[in-house]
């Protein structure tokens, strides 16, 4: 029995030993043939919505633990047809398999990210954790890529590539076409705009050949040892608003010119476009996070009534319009009656409107913005009391003399009441609070040779109002806010800037100031939404 159980385990260490001198040379031969050459497959998600079968380039590159040790530039990611990732295969040559690696890839037409191991990515990674493996499939999908840094790429999303973005809008432009879609259009913008306001940036390995950073536990003393101060950052963007609008358009007809309307006979902006590409321009400001919803359109082909009981008729009206000096006043219309003739705060009350557009021509007397109903605050216009409104209701006056630029001019006369309530006051030359600093101007600040993001008829750098094509050079500091709240002195982050930084117009200073608003979550160390837009939007979150 004995010898029978020592001849078993003889028999199972030769086994053993066969089975193991076998796995460890069929290792070897696996490990020259990876060496030699393999092919693996990396999944990307690239920023954007593009169209199954959609192509894009980028240059990839591989890092062991102490260095690069290839590039693969333009390889081409095609967009999988059952999901919106994006893959590529590439040969690996003359690699050791036993080596760990990082992938960073850049497309041609975005920034560069870093992966370096499973759900590692950009600042969390500090050493090279992926194996490669023969036939291996590398879903680095977890983080979108993105994009916007346009050729010649400087590592970086700015004012620059924004700005060629919209040099050639409407061409069939391929450095400027973002997502590859074969036109140039908004999409490609907003894609860059979006990328801007996250700061976006050329990953950087920094951390090869060094050991990784170890977490030391501190050893418990008995003296009581102050508490850190913790770094307030931004969660990422603030949630998706949505606002249901009413517009209500006064364009009368005029009967002694072949009943043409107001807006035909004068050849002014067709209102209904106008609020559509409004409503379009927000959307794509703020990458879908604010949606308009127009409820209904009301037109009324009259005068609107004055608040003293006056109203124009054509002859009367014409005659202002000729001679501005022959106009009426006060010049007021009657909110209360327009709130009462349309049902205005029933519907707001329901929760069917959550705004009220009103649109007219010059001399009908809307206000840019008001506010109507409970404790209301000045709106760039005194408040709308005595209404029937359950909370208050924004009512924005819209002149369809003009286009959108106009629209959204009186937007920002909205957000500047609507901060100045939420901080409690704004001023130039003084950097109180934060709202202070976003909107400090150099040539209204004495005491301060920079400014911050500017306000709606100054741009950082406009000698004068209204000057938004300036190519005076100006220090400001605004891009800091788009990491908000952690503002760093302004003195350390400024940077030179003219009007190029918004392509040198009007609508384009816009896009600048309102993309530079803080749209984060949570709340700052100064008690204040880090979504100003919560504000803007919603005047009934404004305490």
Not at 47 to 62: D, E, H, R
Not at 107 to 133: D, H, M, R, W
Not at 310 to 321: G, H, P, S, V
Request: include cysteine; proline fraction near 5%.
């Amino acid at each position: 029995m004995t010898k029978s159980i020592k001849l078993l385990a003889l028999l199972l260490i030769l086994s053993t030993s066969l089975l193991t001198g076998l796995f460890l040379t069929k290792r070897r031969q696996v490990s020259k043939l990876l060496a030699i050459s393999q092919t693996i497959t990396l999944k990307i998600k690239i920023q954007g919505s593009q169209a199954p079968g959609a192509k894009i380039y980028a240059n990839v590159s591989l890092f062991d633990e102490q260095k690069k040790v290839k590039d693969y530039p333009m390889t081409l990611f095609s967009r999988e047809a059952a999901s919106e990732t994006f893959s590529a295969d590439i040969k690996v040559q003359d690699l050791d398999p036993s080596n760990k690696y990082s992938f960073l890839i850049k497309p041609t037409k975005g920034v560069a990210k870093v992966f370096c191991g499973a759900n590692k990515s950009g600042e969390n990674c500090y050493q090279s954790n992926f194996y490669l493996i023969e036939g291996g499939l590398y879903e680095l999908d977890f983080e979108t890529i993105l994009l916007g840094d346009l050729p010649p790429q400087d590592g970086k999303i700015n004012a620059r590539d924004l700005s060629f973005i919209k040099g050639n809008l409407g061409k069939d432009f391929g450095d400027a076409d973002v997502n590859d879609d074969k036109i140039v259009d908004t999409q490609d913008f907003s894609l860059a705009l979006f990328s801007l306001g996250k700061n976006a940036s050329d990953d950087t390995i920094n951390w090869l050949g060094k050991a990784p950073a170890v977490s030391l536990t501190p050893v418990p003393s008995s003296s009581p040892v102050p508490s850190p101060t913790l770094a307030i950052t931004p969660g990422g963007l603030g949630r998706t608003i949505d606002k249901k609008v009413l517009t209500i358009i006064f364009d009368p007809v005029l009967v002694s010119q072949n009943k043409q309307k107001l807006t035909e006979y004068k050849a002014w902006k067709n209102p209904y476009d106008t609020t559509n590409e409004a409503v379009d321009w927000f959307k794509n400001l703020s990458q879908n996070r604010i949606n308009y919803q127009v409820v209904e359109n009301i037109e009324a082909n009259e005068f609107i009534k004055k608040e003293d009981g006056f109203i124009y008729n054509e002859n009367t009206y014409l005659q202002c319009t000729a001679d501005n000096s022959s106009c009426h006043s006060p010049d007021t219309a009657d909110y209360s009656l327009i709130l009462n003739s349309y049902n205005v705060c029933n519907r707001v009350n329901s929760g069917e409107v959550d705004e009220l557009w009103l649109f007219g021509g010059p001399w009908f007397g809307f206000y840019e913005s008001r506010l109507a109903g409970p404790n209301g605050f000045e709106y760039n216009s005194p408040p709308l009391g005595g209404t029937s409104c359950s909370k208050l209701i924004p009512i924005m006056g819209f002149s369809y003399e003009y286009g959108v630029e106009n629209m959204v001019h009186d937007f920002g006369h909205r957000a500047e009441a609507t901060m100045t309530k939420v901080y409690g006051s704004w001023e130039e030359n003084r950097l109180e609070h934060s709202w202070d600093k976003f909107g400090l101007v150099k040539t209204q600040s004495p005491n301060f040779n920079f400014s911050g993001c500017g306000s709606t008829h100054y741009a950082p750098n406009s000698p004068d109002g209204y000057i938004y094509d300036s190519s005076i050079n100006v220090d400001s500091f605004c891009d800091n806010f788009f990491n908000y709240p952690n503002l760093s002195p302004a003195e350390n982050v400024l940077k030179t800037i003219n009007c190029n930084a918004w392509s040198c117009s009007e609508i384009g200073y816009y896009e600048y100031w309102f993309g530079h608003l803080p749209k984060f979550t949570g709340v700052g160390p100064d008690d204040k939404l880090n979504d100003w837009w919560e504000y803007i939007l919603d005047p009934n979150v404004v305490k």
